[in-house]
């Protein structure tokens, strides 16, 4: 069986290149049980013996005479897809980190099932964790994050549950062709659906450019207005990954009080920290940084396969702002942003996205991305988590990282998500641009230090 790759979807797949992959994952931390030395092979035996299930299945067919489609497998190779590691005795939580980049490296390979998974023992406090990888094309960061914590137990007690990669997925349209006056229709639909989005996009990408042209301020989204700050170097095949955990209930307290939101927060911060980083290392940026947002067109039970995903780019502090001032220049321009995508139909929204990956995707391929403007400075990104404690053979997780993309020239990836009474930070890096995350991870915790104080949290 096959189906045919969306566009937005078939995108990711076209502008991917060996140091822009467009792949994204997340590294789960689990604390073990007391007495359960083979807990961790046990687990291994248990995804390995799986069957994966679509979109698991998928290997993508681009070139050729037909149209770019999706053929499914139904071999795989377990000890390929499912690997079982373990850190040298004495490692270091940083060691994991460093092997977690290590892994997020390399492109998938597209002779197999777009999905890789390890599972990493001999992590530092009793500790083993998950790391797990799978091409944009299929899966996009809110579905995929919610199928990690489908292939988790609720209770410490409970077997070893199906994996994300082996849980049922939405049913597959059929592959019968549709009969001719419903191609026609259908058709017809597309195409006004199509002229109806560009019309509601075209006047405000219009006067962007004028002004973008001109030198003038614009506020709004603002995509390929973007000055080349240190973050635009070319991207490498090297990455940088480094994580920070903020409590999430002092953080709402920060938002309310500044009339701001989580997301704000979040931003403000990374972006303070980034300019420290910045400075620290001889790299000062003098201008405003811009942030691509990514922004979720998923309603509460869509699980269908592939990316549902739009965009809004937000003008950052100024960079000499005290944190409290950052957070509100933050505020206001992220809801000026909201204001101009939410005016937008899922339609337009889409077909935005799908515009805005393949201008990026040409830029980088041709690389005039080099010479132009970027898309953007850096990407801050919310993923929805969990509430719930998870459980996965009686070992509690413990926090959940996301490891997210880097493409079209845009070297840091800040894609952050909730649990259990505390905001996870993945922070992933081209480190040609930054050569210490870790240290940029560390500027942000202290920018937040700042910020409670401001704030008299």
């Given at each position: 069986m096959?189906?045919a790759?969306p566009?937005?979807?078939l995108?990711?797949?076209?502008?991917e290149t060996?140091?822009g992959?467009t792949?994204?994952?997340?590294?789960?931390?689990?604390?073990k049980p007391p007495?359960?030395?083979d807990l961790?092979?046990?687990?291994v035996?248990?995804?390995?013996?799986?069957?994966?299930?679509?979109?698991?299945t998928?290997v993508p067919?681009i070139?050729?005479?037909?149209?770019p489609?999706?053929?499914?497998?139904?071999?795989?190779?377990?000890?390929?897809h499912v690997?079982?590691?373990s850190?040298?005795?004495?490692?270091?939580?940083?060691d994991l980190?460093?092997l977690?980049?290590?892994l997020h490296?390399p492109?998938?390979d597209r002779?197999?099932?777009l999905w890789?998974?390890?599972v990493i023992?001999?992590?530092?406090g009793?500790?083993?964790?998950i790391?797990?990888?799978?091409?944009?094309?299929i899966i996009d960061?809110?579905s995929?994050l919610?199928r990690l914590?489908?292939g988790?137990?609720?209770?410490?007690d409970d077997?070893?549950?199906?994996p994300?990669?082996a849980?049922?997925?939405p049913?597959?349209?059929?592959?019968?062709?549709p009969?001719?006056?419903?191609?026609?229709?259908d058709a017809?639909?597309g195409?006004l659906?199509?002229?109806g989005?560009v019309?509601?996009?075209?006047?405000?990408?219009?006067?962007?450019?004028?002004s973008?042209?001109l030198g003038?301020?614009?506020?709004?989204s603002l995509p390929?207005?973007?000055?080349r700050?240190p973050?635009?170097?070319?991207?490498?095949?090297?990455?940088?990954?480094?994580?920070?955990?903020l409590?999430l209930?002092?953080?709402?307290?920060?938002a309310h009080h500044?009339?701001?939101?989580?997301?704000?927060v979040?931003?403000?911060?990374?972006?303070?920290?980034?300019?420290a980083y910045?400075?620290?290392?001889?790299?000062?940026?003098a201008?405003?940084?811009?942030?691509?947002c990514?922004?979720s067109l998923?309603?509460?039970d869509d699980?269908?396969?592939?990316t549902?995903v739009?965009?809004?780019f937000?003008?950052l502090?100024?960079?000499?702002?005290?944190?409290?001032d950052?957070?509100?220049?933050?505020?206001h321009s992220?809801a000026?942003?909201?204001k101009?995508?939410g005016?937008?139909?899922?339609?337009?929204?889409?077909?935005y996205?799908?515009?805005?990956?393949?201008l990026a995707?040409?830029?980088?391929?041709?690389?005039?991305?080099?010479?132009?403007?970027?898309?953007?400075n850096l990407?801050?990104?919310?993923?929805?988590?969990?509430?719930?404690?998870r459980?996965l053979h009686?070992?509690?997780l413990?926090?959940?990282?996301?490891v997210?993309?880097l493409a079209?020239a845009?070297?840091?990836n800040?894609?952050?998500s909730?649990?259990c009474?505390?905001m996870?930070?993945g922070?992933?890096a081209n480190?040609?641009?930054?050569?210490?995350?870790?240290?940029?991870a560390e500027h942000?915790?202290?920018?937040?230090a700042?910020?409670k104080?401001a704030?008299?949290?």
């Amino acid at each position: 069986m096959s189906t045919a790759i969306p566009p937005l979807d078939l995108a990711w797949l076209l502008m991917e290149t060996p140091g822009g992959t467009t792949h994204v994952g997340a590294m789960l931390l689990f604390k073990k049980p007391p007495g359960r030395r083979d807990l961790v092979s046990q687990v291994v035996a248990n995804y390995r013996g799986r069957q994966p299930l679509p979109p698991f299945t998928y290997v993508p067919e681009i070139l050729g005479t037909g149209v770019p489609h999706f053929r499914e497998v139904q071999t795989w190779d377990p000890h390929y897809h499912v690997q079982h590691l373990s850190l040298p005795a004495g490692s270091s939580y940083d060691d994991l980190l460093r092997l977690v980049a290590d892994l997020h490296e390399p492109m998938l390979d597209r002779n197999r099932p777009l999905w890789r998974c390890w599972v990493i023992d001999g992590v530092p406090g009793g500790r083993f964790a998950i790391y797990t990888k799978t091409h944009h094309s299929i899966i996009d960061g809110v579905s995929g994050l919610r199928r990690l914590y489908d292939g988790l137990s609720l209770s410490p007690d409970d077997a070893i549950p199906a994996p994300a990669f082996a849980l049922p997925g939405p049913p597959l349209a059929s592959s019968a062709p549709p009969p001719a006056l419903r191609r026609l229709t259908d058709a017809v639909h597309g195409v006004l659906t199509q002229v109806g989005a560009v019309n509601q996009i075209s006047w405000g990408a219009v006067r962007k450019a004028l002004s973008a042209a001109l030198g003038t301020h614009v506020e709004g989204s603002l995509p390929f207005v973007a000055g080349r700050a240190p973050t635009n170097a070319p991207l490498r095949q090297a990455r940088g990954f480094a994580t920070l955990s903020l409590p999430l209930e002092e953080m709402h307290r920060i938002a309310h009080h500044h009339g701001a939101t989580l997301n704000d927060v979040a931003a403000a911060v990374i972006d303070h920290g980034l300019h420290a980083y910045l400075r620290e290392t001889g790299q000062a940026y003098a201008h405003e940084l811009i942030a691509m947002c990514p922004v979720s067109l998923r309603g509460d039970d869509d699980t269908t396969v592939g990316t549902k995903v739009s965009a809004m780019f937000v003008r950052l502090g100024h960079p000499e702002a005290t944190m409290a001032d950052r957070l509100r220049q933050v505020a206001h321009s992220v809801a000026t942003a909201k204001k101009e995508l939410g005016a937008l139909s899922t339609d337009a929204a889409m077909t935005y996205a799908v515009a805005l990956v393949a201008l990026a995707g040409a830029g980088a391929s041709t690389h005039l991305d080099r010479v132009g403007r970027p898309a953007c400075n850096l990407v801050v990104s919310n993923v929805p988590g969990s509430n719930d404690i998870r459980y996965l053979h009686g070992a509690e997780l413990t926090g959940i990282f996301p490891v997210s993309a880097l493409a079209a020239a845009i070297g840091l990836n800040v894609t952050l998500s909730s649990y259990c009474g505390h905001m996870d930070f993945g922070f992933v890096a081209n480190s040609a641009a930054i050569s210490d995350v870790h240290a940029l991870a560390e500027h942000t915790r202290k920018a937040y230090a700042q910020l409670k104080v401001a704030d008299r949290v």
